[in-house]
């Protein structure tokens, strides 16, 4: 869980290219579908040093290393690695 301080989002688009946010860094790649497999590739990241707490490189790698998603009411779990996931919530626009 990463501090109050720093916010993570992604944003998935209908062209599967994706963006989105580190706590200080802004993500963008593509995407691909398959069933209930996600495979996120082209991922580029801006390289700002984001301070010694900063979760931004395991983001990186955990949305690289993406492997299957689940859609649950208003959350998105994205399954990477042996046994983790990354949960998002879905924003109020």
Do not use: W
Not at 9 to 27: K, M, P, V
């Amino acid at each position: 869980m990463p501090p109050k301080d720093q916010i993570y989002n992604i944003q998935f688009h209908a062209d599967y290219t994706l963006n989105g946010r580190s706590d200080c860094n802004e993500i963008l790649g593509g995407f691909k579908l398959k069933s209930d497999y996600i495979t996120i590739d082209s991922l580029m990241t801006t390289e700002m040093y984001c301070g010694d707490t900063s979760l931004g490189d395991k983001y990186f790698k955990a949305l690289h290393e993406s492997e299957t998603y689940q859609i649950s009411q208003n959350v998105l779990i994205i399954y990477y690695g042996s046994d983790s996931k990354l949960f998002f919530v879905e924003e109020s626009l």
